[in-house]
Antibody, heavy 120, light 106 residues
Framework: QVQLVESGGGVVQPGGSLRVSCEAS????????IHWVRQTPGKGLQWISF????????YYADSVNGRFSISRDNSKKTVILQMNSLRPEDTAMYYC?????????????WGPGIWVTVSS | EIVLTQFPDTLSLSPGESATLACQTS??????LGWYQQKPGQAPRLLMY???TRAPGIPARFSGSGSGTQFSLTISSLEPDDSAIYYC?????????FGGGTKMEI
């Protein structure tokens, strides 16, 4: 079955960096876009980044643009979210999500999520 | 960014009853709206996309309707396992955005 598993979360100081990974299995990874969606108690669910099936197209929410970078390695079935200049408001559960159906912005499979805490 | 407003905030119903959850969007999203279910400690799960298409494996008790700016998710024959927070999400305009959720207790 489709599986997405995040790793690399943790606690980081404001201004610091963190790299979170998503490893996929159970489907043809090369055919699907991957997103990152985060969730906080205060702001709910927020889409933050997209990478197309071939890695050629990448988009970011305004709130993370210029600080976060997404990449993928289809040979390893892995997506990386590099997070720099982290702020306390980036504290959230981060989900790796598969995009499907028309336009790839239907989030049809989610990883269990990983916590990122930005605090001094 | 398109804003999605869900109501009611909370809903408390009994097993066997039906529930209707509403989602209103700040601009026309045509039928590019989906619904997700999230149980405590779990990731969201896709229930419905394009307003009325059930995701694979979702029982027929779940149905969606609407277009434009007004949408609803109806769940019939409620079961205790349906207790969750339900979110709507639009994909008509970038960036994709989510509603604040309706918490349903059975």
């Amino acid at each position: 079955q489709v599986q997405l598993v995040e790793s690399g979360g943790g606690v980081v100081q404001p201004g610091g960096s963190l790299r979170v990974s998503c490893e996929a299995s159970g489907f043809n990874f090369n055919f699907y876009s991957i997103h990152w969606v985060r969730q906080t108690p205060g702001k709910g669910l927020q889409w933050i980044s997209f990478v197309s099936f071939d890695g050629n197209n990448k988009y970011y929410a305004d709130s993370v643009n210029g600080r976060f970078s997404i990449s993928r390695d289809n040979s390893k079935k892995t997506v990386i979210l590099q997070m720099n200049s982290l702020r306390p408001e980036d504290t959230a559960m981060y989900y790796c999500v598969r995009g499907n159906y028309g336009g790839s912005y239907v989030f049809d499979n989610w990883g269990p999520g990983i916590w990122v805490t930005v605090s001094s | 960014e398109i804003v999605l407003t869900q109501f009611p905030d909370t809903l408390s119903l009994s097993p066997g009853e039906s529930a209707t959850l509403a989602c209103q969007t700040s601009r026309n999203v045509y039928t590019y709206l989906g619904w997700y279910q999230q149980k405590p400690g779990q990731a969201p799960r896709l229930l419905m996309y394009d307003a009325s298409t059930r995701a694979p494996g979702i029982p027929a008790r779940f149905s969606g309707s609407g277009s434009g700016t007004q949408f609803s998710l109806t769940i019939s024959s409620l079961e205790p396992d349906d207790s969750a927070i339900y979110y709507c999400q639009q994909r008509s305009e970038w960036p994709p955005s989510f509603g604040g959720g309706t918490k349903m207790e059975i």
